[in-house]
């Protein structure tokens, strides 16, 4: 019944269609909350609501989300402690560094990202973060779009090399990661730089062969 009023009221009718995009409006600069890179697309109910129908129309179950995060979502819900999905309105994963990057100079610089959780937090916590980490395949996608970021700065890279040396890119490098730190300590651009910064290979004009 519920799930019926939702698809009704909120998919099909102008009036319900300005809730959805409203829903969809809410999130940070219109990127997807579990992944952090594509723009919203659509209207993903936390809790499924074929599963759930009284949770249908709930504000706190709907979540704006990206296309391809919500076919990987699918309609499951883990009841595992260690595998319950990661809600964006209720999860507050805290400031500190969880996500970093190694540069694997013999690929050609690409960068491979893995999440390392405090040692403080607690194993069920840790197990969630990793979970949501692989089954939205968040490595290979974030790899994907640092291909692309390095493609669009080696140009600018290799010229503070030259002028600055390795030491002056360093210092470019820290930089930028903290201007991206300081939006978002765990999200992939600035896992990006620091992985940079600390890349001999990079440092010393590894940029040429990216």
Same mark, same amino acid.
């Given at each position: 019944?519920?799930? $019926?009023?939702?698809?009704?009221?909120?998919? !099909?009718?102008? /009036?319900? %269609?300005? &809730?959805?995009?409203? *829903?969809?409006?809410? +999130?940070?600069?219109?990127?997807?909350?579990?992944?952090?890179?594509?723009?919203?697309?659509?209207?993903?109910?936390?809790?499924?609501?074929?599963?759930?129908?009284?949770?249908?129309?709930?504000?706190?179950?709907?979540?704006?989300?990206?296309?391809?995060?919500?076919?990987?979502?699918?309609?499951?819900?883990?009841?595992?402690?260690?595998? $319950?999905?990661?809600?964006?309105?209720?999860? !507050?994963?805290? /400031?500190? %560094?969880? &996500?970093?990057?190694? *540069?694997?100079?013999? +690929?050609?610089?690409?960068?491979?990202?893995?999440?390392?959780?405090?040692?403080?937090?607690?194993?069920?916590?840790?197990?969630?973060?990793?979970?949501?980490?692989?089954?939205?395949?968040?490595?290979?996608?974030?790899?994907?779009?640092?291909?692309?970021?390095?493609?669009?700065?080696?140009?600018?890279?290799?010229?503070?090399?030259?002028?600055?040396?390795?030491?002056?890119?360093?210092?470019?490098?820290?930089?930028?990661?903290?201007?991206?730190?300081?939006?978002?300590?765990?999200?992939?651009?600035?896992?990006?730089?620091?992985?940079?910064?600390?890349?001999?290979?990079?440092?010393?004009?590894?940029?040429?062969?990216?």
């Amino acid at each position: 019944m519920f799930e $019926e009023i939702y698809n009704q009221a909120v998919v !099909d009718r102008a /009036p319900g %269609r300005k &809730l959805y995009d409203a *829903i969809k409006a809410l +999130a940070a600069d219109t990127r997807c909350p579990l992944c952090g890179i594509q723009a919203v697309a659509q209207v993903d109910h936390h809790a499924p609501k074929d599963k759930f129908p009284l949770f249908a129309l709930t504000p706190m179950n709907l979540v704006a989300v990206c296309g391809p995060c919500n076919q990987v979502k699918s309609n499951t819900f883990d009841q595992d402690p260690t595998r $319950e999905a990661i809600h964006p309105y209720f999860d !507050d994963f805290g /400031p500190e %560094r969880w &996500l970093f990057a190694d *540069i694997d100079h013999a +690929a050609g610089g690409v960068a491979v990202f893995h999440v390392t959780p405090p040692s403080t937090w607690p194993s069920t916590k840790a197990a969630r973060l990793q979970r949501h980490f692989d089954k939205y395949h968040l490595a290979d996608r974030y790899a994907a779009e640092a291909g692309h970021a390095l493609s669009m700065r080696k140009r600018k890279d290799l010229k503070t090399l030259e002028e600055s040396g390795c030491e002056g890119l360093r210092a470019q490098l820290v930089e930028d990661a903290g201007w991206y730190a300081d939006y978002d300590p765990n999200g992939w651009q600035a896992a990006l730089m620091f992985a940079l910064s600390d890349s001999p290979w990079y440092l010393n004009g590894g940029m040429r062969d990216v």
